[in-house]
Structures are given as C-alpha cells and as structure tokens.
C-alpha cells in the first residue's frame, strides 16, 4: 500500500515499535478492523501457525503494519525476538497468516479528522502454534 503523506503516525510508543520504525506521534483514533475484532480473533483461530516443531511452546509474536490513509495494509514486519533458534521460522509463518488476512482496516485519524497513514500492530501469544490469543492496538 502507498503512502498518502509524508507524515507517519503510530499506534503506541512501545519500545519494540519505536525501534522497529521510528517514534511517531500517536493519532486522535487508530486503525480498526473493520470487520470488527470477533472476526479479526476468529480468523487467526482457524488459521494457526502449521509446524509440528512448535509443540509444547509458548511465545509471543508481535507484527507491525502501516495502514495508508485510504485504509490499505501492507510493509508488513516482525518486531518481536525471541531466545530460541525456531522462533524466526514460527515468526515468519505467523507474518504470511497475517499477510493473508482476509482482513480490511479503516483509517487512523488526525486531531482533524483526516484520515492519516499509521502504523498497527499485532501481538500473539502463540500456544502450541495457535494463533487464537491475539489482539490490535486500539
């Protein structure tokens, strides 16, 4: 997705975020799912994460995405780590899921009202490769 403007927003000033893209002014009202946040959960619930390897494990993954001013996704990137040398290959499983959604977001706003580009964020806390505990920033 193409940018509208020369002036990016983010949803939080977590650190991981911060780091991963830079320290972006938080706008009046953030990206939303569309589709409401049942089926956000319900998407990532019946598409988890398909590798026999992450039996047994638990980790938390979280996925940042800018949502253009015209509320199209895309620039998708992992800005969680992990101390083991299977997360990286969950991690990127978990980015094409996310990629894949079937998922539409309507804009962030500025102070205005004008619908501004913004980055999102997704956290999993993965069970066994299940990606059913998730959330957005909202």
Not at 91 to 103: D, F, G, M, N, Q
Not at 118 to 133: G, M, N, P, R
């Amino acid at each position: 997705a193409s940018l509208c403007g020369t002036k990016m927003y983010s949803v939080n000033k977590g650190a991981l975020l911060d780091v991963a893209v830079g320290n972006n002014d938080r706008p009046a009202t953030v990206p939303e799912c569309v589709e409401g946040i049942d089926s956000f959960k319900d998407y990532f619930r019946y598409h988890p994460i398909k590798d026999g390897r992450g039996a047994g494990m638990i980790f938390k993954i979280s996925i940042a995405f800018q949502v253009n001013c015209n509320g199209e996704a895309g620039n998708y990137r992992i800005i969680s780590n992990y101390n083991n040398k299977l997360f990286p290959e969950l991690a990127a499983k978990a980015l094409e899921i996310v990629k894949e959604a079937p998922l539409h977001w309507s804009p962030a706003k500025d102070g205005d009202g004008n619908a501004v580009d913004c980055w999102q964020v997704i956290d999993f806390t993965a069970v066994e490769c299940s990606l059913a505990k998730c959330d957005y920033i909202r």
